[in-house]
Structures are given as structure tokens and as C-alpha cells.
């Protein structure tokens, strides 16, 4: 990522006014819990790390310790030592006190061996199976978001006023360049506070609904570090949003009648040469192309959990949003699940449509990575391409809803193998446990059809 600071004994000297330091870790959702320390803890911290408890990648999305993972009270809520990832110490840019942030992954306490419960440790597993082929993943996130008011409205979100009329935008045309306007100074500040971090962001387009907004990371050749980019944008957003005395939501469906936010994901593959192994025509994909595409088309289903981990994630999927249904590639294609984007043959790569901004980007881009390596392995040959309406040509056929995926994930061997059993017993325990909560819960809707009615 680049901080430019070689050590903490150099980024102490560079801010003398530096009050606090936030040490992170994001958790199997991509929340991102950690410690605030004294700034004179953090040589430590490079030295020797810090004891954090592993139960942090046993917690559902309410924060709380699922015991069916085995790794809260079954194992006495046991500590293991987190260590800074290299290139991530920076400063918060929207702190009132002047407070620095350090991303850092879980390790066993011999300081050697990483936690298979980390999401990064995951995929740090599976790009190393590229390495076997001489090959380096190259990828970027687009991730949507909504603004929304700090005020619900009886529950529910409503768009924020605008800073500049004072009124609350009932419309949004895509690519608007006055609704951009309505929000410029929170934007701005987005975009600044990413350069000041080193966060590649590169541009901030107004979507199509009230208050939904995309912004685009640029490429890097470490796909891990790419999954970095897109977990600390995202908190960067929600903080500057404070700043500007608003909130924002990744969540995947937050209004029913508008559209939903994606997490697409563009990848490609260098050789060691730094030659994208993916060029070529798109209409007439080569083989590496071809089979990458095939091995996601047949895995998709398998990955839908780890695409789509929320109960809301699945009120996303409907037609006139171009959200896929189906497990479809075409060229230039935004029907369809996997995109082929025209333009530059060099350049080609695979825009995998799927995913709800409310997925963990490490997890997303894990299965993504599994199933393009799984499709070369093996040779996978896709399904004809699709031209035109892919929601008019093809069945819906992804699953539909979260226990669904669930038992796909958990049943599936190509994600055993790829993501570890281990780390899938502990993932899909987490969202069975939320599952069976929110099932649990009557809703409103349930009063309101039964009570006086049965």
C-alpha cells in the first residue's frame, strides 16, 4: 500500500503530534474490529505484535461470539498475536485528535504460522496456488454505496439533504454530473483522504438511485492488497461521512424499490513477464481466458454464500437493477454474471457482476480466485457466451437465499479444497446462527397479515 514509512520509530518522528493508534483486524464479515493504543505502544506492536482473541472470526454480524465455531469458550476465549501488514501504517485524515491506523492479520502464537480463521490468510493461501503456475492475480474493486441521512425515518433509511439545496433528492440520474455537484465537498474529501492514505481511488460516479454513489479503485498486481484497498475505503467513507454529518450503508438492499449496491470485481492474470496472460480478442477468448471463465460459471453456485453472506444480500438480484441471475458470461455484457469489458485487447480481464457491496472483500475475491484456478487446472470449457438479455435467455438459476448457499458452500468440494474445511465449518456456523435468529424473529409484516386474520 505504500505508507512511505519503513518503520514505526520513523512514522512517531514524522507526526510528534500524534495522540492514538488504531490497530485493525477486519473479522469474517470485513468489520473492522482491533484496539486503540498509545502511540508509544506501536514499536512493540512491529516487534512482537499484539494478543488479540481468535473468537474475533467467531462473531456474527451483531458482534457477538458464535460458540458453534469452536473458537470462543470452547478453547477459554484464547488469545493468538496479530502483526502488522507491511506498507499500512497512515494516518486517519477525518480524527479530530490526530490518531494514525495499522492493519493487522492473525497469526498462531508461535508468530509463524497464520490463523486459518483469518479471511486473509485465506486468500493468501490461494494465491500462493498461482504462484505454483507462475502466475499473479491483477485486480480492483468497484464498490457501490448509498449516503443516507444520520436520521431514520420510523426505522428506515432516507436520503441525506443536500448539502447545497437543503432538500432530500427524490431522483438520481446514472453518471449525473449536478448530483456529483449536490455533494461535492463530501466527495472531494473522500478522494483526498484516500490519496492521503495511499488508498488508490480513482473516481466517484453519481448511480442510479437517490444518494447512491460508486467509487473505482485502481489496479494493483497483489490481490490481497487489493482486498486491503477496499476494506479501509470503505471505513475511510463512513468516517468522512460523519464528518459531513452523514451515514452511509454497504448494505446490499437498503430501499425496495431501488437499486441494490455490487461489489464487481475485475481481475486478470500476469505471467512472469508481467504479460496479461488474459489478452487477446474477447469475442475469441483464449484458453486461459476460456477455462478461467468456465471454472467460475461452474463454481458460482458454490460460492453464492461467500458472494451474497447476508439474508439481505439476496433482495439485491431482480432484472431492471442488472443484477445476474444466472450463471452467464458475455462480451461487453452487463446482463450477464461474468463480463468481458471491450477496449483495449491487452487489457482484458474478467468483470465478475455477482457480489453485494456487503460482501467481505477478501472472502469475494477468495472465491473468485478458486474458481478461475479451478477452471485452468482443469481445463473448463464455459457455456456458450451470451448476446444480448441474458435475464430473457436464461432461467434464473443461482440460489436464491442464504440457507440454500449455505448448503452449497458447505457441500461443495472445489471450496473445501481451495478455502479449507476448517475455515468453512467456522464461516458457514457464523451465518447459520445469524440464519436461525433472524427466522426466529417475528416481523412486522407477520403481525400485520396474521394477528387479526388467523
Given at each position: 500500500m505504500g505508507s512511505g514509512f519503513a518503520s514505526a520509530d520513523a512514522f512517531l518522528q514524522a507526526h510528534p503530534e500524534l495522540q492514538f493508534i488504531?490497530?485493525?483486524?477486519p473479522d469474517m464479515n470485513g468489520i473492522v474490529r482491533g484496539k486503540r493504543v498509545d502511540p508509544s505502544t506501536l514499536p512493540k506492536v512491529f516487534e512482537r505484535g499484539i494478543a488479540m482473541p481468535a473468537s474475533i472470526f467467531a462473531l456474527n454480524i451483531q458482534g457477538t461470539t458464535v460458540e458453534e465455531t469452536g473458537l470462543g469458550l470452547d478453547i477459554g476465549e484464547a488469545d493468538r498475536v496479530c502483526l502488522p501488514i507491511d506498507g499500512t501504517l497512515t494516518m486517519e485524515p477525518w480524527q479530530k485528535r490526530p490518531t494514525g491506523q495499522l492493519l493487522l492479520t492473525m497469526y498462531e502464537l508461535d508468530r509463524e504460522t497464520p490463523f486459518f480463521a483469518d479471511p486473509r490468510v485465506v486468500l493468501q493461501s490461494i494465491v500462493k496456488r498461482f504462484e505454483e503456475l507462475g502466475l499473479t492475480p491483477v485486480a480492483a474493486y468497484e464498490l457501490e454505496f448509498y449516503l443516507i441521512d444520520q436520521e431514520n425515518l420510523a426505522g428506515r433509511p432516507q436520503p441525506p439533504k443536500s448539502?447545497?439545496?437543503?432538500k432530500r433528492p427524490a431522483g438520481t440520474q446514472a453518471y449525473s454530473i449536478d448530483d456529483l455537484?449536490?455533494?461535492a465537498e463530501f466527495l472531494a474529501d473522500v478522494l483526498d483522504a484516500a490519496h492521503e492514505q495511499a488508498l488508490p481511488a480513482d473516481a466517484l460516479v453519481a448511480e442510479s438511485a437517490p444518494g447512491q454513489f460508486e467509487v473505482n479503485l485502481h489496479y494493483v498486481d497483489d490481490a490481497v492488497q487489493a482486498c486491503d484497498h477496499a476494506t479501509l475505503l470503505k471505513r475511510l467513507i463512513k468516517n468522512m461521512a460523519y464528518d459531513h454529518e452523514m451515514d452511509t450503508t454497504f448494505m446490499a438492499k437498503p430501499y425496495h424499490n431501488q437499486a441494490g449496491s455490487g461489489m464487481h470485481l475485475h481481475v486478470s492474470l500476469v505471467d512472469g513477464e508481467g504479460r496479461n496472460v488474459f489478452a487477446g480478442d474477447a469475442e475469441e477468448p483464449n484458453d486461459m481466458l476460456r477455462w478461467a471463465v468456465g471454472?467460475?460459471?461452474?463454481?458460482?453456485n458454490d460460492a453464492?454464500?461467500?458472494f451474497c453472506p447476508n439474508i439481505n444480500s439476496y433482495r439485491r438480484f431482480s432484472p431492471e437493477y442488472y443484477v445476474p441471475s444466472a450463471a452467464t458470461w458475455g462480451v461487453d455484457n452487463r446482463t450477464a454474471s461474468l463480463r468481458l469489458p471491450g477496449g483495449d485487447p491487452e487489457a482484458l480481464r474478467i468483470e465478475h457482476r455477482v457480489a453485494g457491496a456487503d460482501a467481505n472483500p477478501y472472502l469475494l475475491m477468495a472465491a473468485v480466485l478458486s474458481g478461475i484456478h479451478y477452471g485452468i487446472s482443469n481445463r473448463i470449457e464455459p457455456p456458450p457466451v451470451t448476446v444480448g438479455n441474458a435475464h430473457e435467455q436464461h432461467e434464473a438459476?443461482?440460489?436464491?437465499?442464504?440457507?440454500d448457499a449455505l448448503r452449497e458452500l458447505g457441500q461443495s468440494p472445489v471450496m473445501a479444497d481451495y478455502l479449507g474445511r476448517e475455515f468453512l465449518d467456522v464461516f458457514v456456523a457464523c451465518k447459520e446462527h445469524e440464519l436461525n435468529e433472524f427466522e426466529m424473529t417475528i416481523s412486522d409484516l407477520e403481525y400485520l397479515w396474521y394477528l387479526h386474520t388467523v
Open positions: 488504531d490497530l485493525l483486524i448539502p447545497i439545496s437543503g455537484d449536490e455533494y471454472g467460475l460459471v461452474a463454481t458460482m453464492m454464500a461467500l438459476s443461482l440460489v436464491n437465499n442464504l440457507r
